[in-house]
C-alpha cells in the first residue's frame, strides 16, 4: 500500500513571499503520478499541479512549481509571489499508474498567507 | 457547466438512524467518485463508478454503506444505522475519461455528516 505524509502540518508566509510544503511518499510501483490539490474554507478540492513519475522534468503551472525527487520519494510544491487567495489546506496525493483516479492524500499542511 | 452538486450540505442525524447524500456530476462526466474525509485528515478512497457500474470498493466501505448510480449520472450514498464514527464529511469527484491515463478530478464541496 501506497503512503503519503506530509510533515508540516501548519505554515505561514507572508504576501509575496515564497514557501516550499514537503511531501514524502512510499511505493513499490515505478510508474504512478503525484498531485497537489487545494482546499479553500469552500470544501472543494482544487487540483493545484500534477506529476508524471516518469517526467523528469519538473512541473510548473503560473506560479506553482514542484521539485520531483524520484529517488527520494519526495514531492514539494513552491509557491512563488504567495497571494492571500493562496491560503488553503493543501494535500499531496498519490495515484499508481494504470488504475482509477483512487488517490492516496496525506494529512495536509495548513498554509496562511499575511499581510 | 455548474461543476459537481453535492446535496445536502450539512446533515445532522442521530445515531442509528438513516441518511442519503446526493452527488450530481459535471454533466458528461462518465466516473464518479465517492472519498470520506475526517477531521484533521486527507480524504479517502470510498468507491467509484464507471456510468452506472460500481467498480470497486474500499474495505473502508462497511455493509452499512451503499452507493448507488443508477443511470449512469447522478450517484447516491447511503449510510444506515448511523454510528458517531460515520462523523465526516463526504466528497463526490467527477471526471471524463476517454481511453488515457490523463483523468482529471472535479471535486464538489462535500456534505458535512455529523452523528449525534
Known amino acids: 500500500a501506497q503512503t503519503v505524509t506530509q510533515s508540516q502540518p501548519e505554515m505561514s508566509v507572508q504576501e509575496a513571499e515564497t514557501v516550499t510544503l514537503s511531501c514524502t511518499y512510499d511505493t513499490s510501483e515505478n510508474n504512478y503520478y503525484l498531485f497537489w490539490y487545494k482546499q479553500p474554507p469552500s470544501r472543494q478540492m482544487i487540483l493545484v499541479i500534477r506529476q508524471e513519475a516518469y517526467k523528469q522534468q519538473n512541473a510548473t503551472e503560473n506560479r506553482f512549481s514542484v521539485n520531483f525527487q524520484k529517488a527520494a520519494k519526495s514531492f514539494s510544491l513552491k509557491i512563488s509571489d504567495s497571494q492571500l487567495g493562496d491560503t488553503a489546506m493543501y494535500f499531496c496525493?498519490?495515484?499508481?499508474?494504470?488504475?482509477?483516479?483512487?488517490?492516496?492524500f496525506g494529512t495536509g499542511t495548513r498554509l496562511q498567507v499575511t499581510l | 457547466d455548474t461543476g459537481v452538486s453535492q446535496d445536502p450540505r450539512h446533515k445532522i442525524t442521530k445515531r442509528g438512524q438513516n441518511v442519503t447524500f446526493r452527488c450530481d456530476p459535471i454533466?458528461?462526466?462518465?466516473?464518479l467518485y465517492w472519498y470520506r474525509q475526517t477531521l484533521g485528515q486527507g480524504p479517502e478512497f470510498l468507491t467509484y463508478?464507471?456510468?452506472?457500474?460500481?467498480?470497486?470498493k474500499s474495505r473502508l466501505l462497511s455493509d452499512r454503506f451503499s452507493a448507488e448510480r443508477p443511470k449512469g449520472s447522478f450517484s447516491t450514498l447511503e449510510i444506515q444505522r448511523t454510528e458517531q464514527g460515520d462523523s465526516a464529511m463526504y466528497l463526490c469527484?467527477?471526471?471524463?475519461?476517454?481511453?488515457?491515463?490523463?483523468?482529471?478530478?472535479?471535486f464538489g464541496s462535500g456534505t458535512q455528516l455529523s452523528v449525534l
Open positions: 463508478f464507471q456510468n452506472e457500474a460500481q467498480l470497486e
Open positions: 496525493a498519490f495515484r499508481g499508474a494504470g488504475t482509477a483516479s483512487k488517490l492516496t
Open positions: 454533466s458528461e462526466h462518465n466516473r
Open positions: 469527484a467527477s471526471s471524463l475519461v476517454s481511453g488515457t491515463a490523463n483523468e482529471k478530478l472535479f
